[in-house]
């Protein structure tokens, strides 16, 4: 069964920084592309950021670009998020998402989310 | 970017009925479409890929068409559980768009 496990959401302040994590199994974590979905509240959803199986592929929604960063670690079967300069729109729920392919296809497994609040 | 806009956004019905969303890309995205539901406090939830590709697990009863530019998600008999928000999504080119979403609602 696939499983995605989302942590590190909490509070920041407006410029602050946040590090979200995801640990995935029941599949093979290398072999797929991983994404991060966000739906601020009461919205609808917002593709963030995707990384393909190897990272050499890395891209992002023009509403992060410069702010955050994607990563994995294919030998802990996790995914990251690093979030810089954060601003008050920044506030969602941040989805982990895994992709059905090695890069840039549609979304098969979602995580439960971890909820970020950028606030003064 | 490409905009992708669903209509109708809310939609009122009852069970048993067909229904049936529509989709539209500001550019044509082939057949690299996705549907998701969702149901409150709930992830997404993969119904559909390719634009017609019934994801395993998912009733008979959902179905998709079209190519290009438009698109349908149609419900062939409305069951209780399928009263949620939906969602397309283009995966042709970055970034990877969502349509705003339609709201089935319980007529």
């Known amino acids: 069964e696939v499983q995605l496990l989302e942590s590190g959401g909490g509070l920041a302040q407006p410029g602050g920084s946040l590090r979200l994590s995801c640990v995935a199994s029941?599949?093979?974590?290398?072999?797929?592309?991983m994404n991060w979905v966000r739906q601020a509240p009461g919205k609808g959803l917002e593709w963030v950021a995707g990384?393909?199986?190897?990272?050499?592929?890395?891209d992002f929604a023009d509403s992060v670009k410069g702010r955050f960063t994607i990563s994995r670690d294919n030998s802990e079967n996790t995914l990251y998020l690093q979030m810089n300069s954060l601003k008050v729109e920044d506030t969602a729920l941040y989805y982990c998402?895994?992709?059905?392919?090695?890069?840039?296809?549609?979304?098969?497994?979602w995580g439960q989310g971890t909820l970020v609040t950028v606030s003064s | 970017d490409i905009q992708m806009t669903q209509s109708p956004s809310t939609l009122s019905a009852s069970v048993g009925d067909r229904v049936t969303i529509t989709c539209r890309a500001s550019?044509?995205?082939?057949?690299?479409l996705a549907w998701y539901q969702q149901k409150p406090g709930k992830a997404p939830n993969l119904l559909i890929y390719?634009?017609?590709t019934l994801e395993s697990g998912v009733p008979s009863r959902f179905s998709g068409s079209g190519s290009g530019t438009e698109f349908t998600l149609t419900i062939s008999s409305l069951q209780p559980d399928d009263f949620a928000t939906y969602y397309c999504?283009?995966?042709?080119?970055?970034?990877?768009?969502f349509g705003q979403g339609a709201k089935l609602e319980i007529k």
């Open positions: 998402v895994k992709d059905s392919g090695p890069w840039a296809t549609y979304f098969d497994y």
């Open positions: 029941g599949f093979t974590f290398k072999t797929f592309a």
């Open positions: 990384i393909g199986e190897s990272e050499d592929n890395r």
């Open positions: 550019q044509s995205i082939n057949n690299w």
């Open positions: 390719k634009a017609s």
């Open positions: 999504q283009q995966y042709h080119t970055s970034p990877y768009t």
